[in-house]
């Protein structure tokens, strides 16, 4: 007699899997960072230490003498050198990282053909454009709706801890590169990065919004044609089954990748760091826990008592993008328990790949708590009106950028740049981004899942 495993029981035992491999990684992590990587860091340390009394020095000399520039010359040297340590200290971890990357790198090349496949098939099944419109509206409202709370929160937030105010940490000098490059996203900009030139291109570059579009149109145009489209939609939906199969694949792979990114950024960063941020990414944490409260609660009052089921469903992808700082690893698998969870095909196709470009929740409190933390730390006071066009103008900037590297803080470094808040500010933030990004990630993921039941729920097909 042949015995069939439960996918349920299959499920459980993965998000095992990756919960035991996350605790491994942490204490492998902090075994290398005590021990095989305690010189390099302890250099690290010290030459990070001699840079910050040498632009202390640079700050009480006139930039035109001689004195100035030997000091600049000097603090340059050493810079240089501790960079060199922490190339040397990427080196060492960097067969850990590449168990993430690997795995990174399969679910991006599974992400762009699922997105297309199932949008065109959930759009054509949709049957008409007013269809398609009614649902994308109701869609649209709940993204600029989530993230504006999620903004105001983040803002509310930090004005309320001032951990900027009172980490007391030394400024970077004004001319230190971060790595970060500004952005400053105008409505033209905007328009033509929806667009694709070529959906071949947009694939190849993972530009989820530019697939969104085109697929949504093709979908269109697929249910216009009648019986012919119809063998469209049907190959496309035997290609998102196909897709889902290497999906699960892949995911078998998940707890090598959550170990490998564990150990990587714990051996980096080590707890010492948790010691200087702790406040900081304490008071963030905890604000992404009232996110969390906020929006289980709004789900509770649409989708009722239901939402918990949604969230014992979700667990699994939500662990998967804190472990490895990736809301993109967890789409596959996210799409899939939507889909267990009751939400029809149609609706978590369209709603899904939509929200990784304009409702990534945890992102967006992100970079108001970020932003006023770094106006904090230079003493620099933001009235009300200032931080509320701050907060229209993150509203309008992060949308469609998703597919950026590093997001949230190329839009932080054009926001500082818009409100002349030192650029340098960011390189306060770099050390801990990845602890953070854990966090914000796994956010990104509840915003969604939330979303798509809520419009399954207004569509009446729950």
Avoid at 413 to 427: D, V
Wanted: glycine share 8%; hydrophobic share 50%.
């Amino acid at each position: 007699m042949s015995i069939h495993k439960n996918p349920q029981t299959r499920k459980s035992r993965l998000t095992l899997y990756i919960f035991i491999a996350l605790v491994l990684g942490i204490a492998l992590g902090t075994v290398l960072n005590y021990t095989w990587l305690a010189p390099d860091n302890a250099q690290r340390a010290a030459l990070e230490q001699k840079t910050t009394l040498y632009t202390q020095k640079l700050s009480a000399l006139d930039s035109t003498t001689a004195a100035y520039h030997s000091v600049a010359a000097q603090r340059d040297l050493v810079r240089q050198e501790a960079q060199g340590i922490s190339k040397s200290i990427d080196d060492k971890v960097g067969p850990f990282m590449l168990l993430a990357d690997l795995f990174l790198r399969l679910i991006k090349m599974i992400v762009a053909p699922l997105v297309f496949s199932t949008l065109v098939v959930g759009v054509a099944r949709l049957g008409d454009i007013r269809a398609v419109g009614r649902i994308g509206g109701k869609t649209l409202l709940w993204f600029f709706g989530a993230s504006l709370l999620s903004l105001l929160l983040g803002m509310v937030l930090v004005n309320a801890f001032q951990p900027g105010s009172r980490l007391n940490l030394p400024l970077p000098a004004a001319d230190v590169q971060t790595g970060v490059s500004a952005a400053s996203l105008n409505l033209r900009d905007f328009l033509y990065h929806m667009v694709p030139a070529s959906v071949i291109d947009a694939m190849a570059k993972n530009e989820i919004l530019q697939i969104v579009i085109f697929a949504v149109l093709f979908g269109i145009a697929t249910a216009a044609i009648g019986e012919k489209g119809e063998k469209i939609t049907d190959f496309f939906d035997s290609a998102s089954h196909v897709i889902l199969k290497m999906t699960s694949y892949v995911m078998n792979t998940a707890p090598v990748a959550v170990f490998g990114a564990m150990v990587a950024v714990v051996a980096k960063q080590g707890p010492s760091i948790l010691k200087t941020y702790s406040i900081f990414i304490g008071e963030f944490y905890l604000s992404l826990g009232v996110l969390w409260a906020f929006l289980i609660g709004i789900g509770f009052l649409v989708i009722g008592r239901r939402v918990f089921a949604l969230l014992g469903r979700i667990k699994e992808p939500a662990l998967l993008a804190f472990s490895t700082s990736s809301s993109e690893a967890a789409f596959p698998q996210t799409m899939t328990e939507l889909e267990r969870f009751g939400c029809p095909p149609k609706i978590v196709s369209f709603v899904l790949p939509l929200g990784y470009s304009f409702n990534l929740d945890g992102s967006m409190m992100y970079m108001t708590f970020a932003t006023l933390f770094i106006a904090q730390s230079y003493g620099i006071h933001l009235p009300l009106g200032v931080q509320l066009s701050m907060l229209l103008v993150l509203l309008l900037t992060s949308k469609g950028i998703a597919g950026v590297p590093r997001a949230s803080l190329v839009v932080i470094a054009g926001t500082l740049a818009t409100f002349k808040i030192p650029e340098a500010g960011l390189a306060l933030l770099l050390g801990i981004d990845p602890l953070l990004d854990m966090g914000r990630s796994a956010t990104n993921v509840l915003g969604n899942s939330i979303a798509a039941a809520a419009v399954t729920k207004w569509e009446k097909m729950d």
